[in-house]
């Protein structure tokens, strides 16, 4: 499905998310709990600003060690 940017959404969503993972603190990315709900923020913003819909959104973080 393409938006408003006439590309498609999966490839929004992984532009965003993905300057978001570069740009968080380390601090953010060791708390799963702000990570969440950061991640929820900006896939439920990008989706609303491109096709007009919230999403529901699940998150899952599954951290190697």
């Known amino acids: 499905e393409t938006g408003a940017s006439q590309a498609a959404l999966v490839d929004v969503l992984e532009e965003d998310l993905g300057q978001f993972l570069m740009r968080a603190a380390n601090k953010t990315l060791r ?34 060690e």
């Open 31 to 64: 708390d799963d709990e702000k990570l969440e709900e950061e991640l929820r923020r900006i896939a439920r913003k990008t989706t609303q600003d491109e096709i007009g819909k919230k999403a529901e959104c699940t998150v899952v973080i599954s951290r190697l």
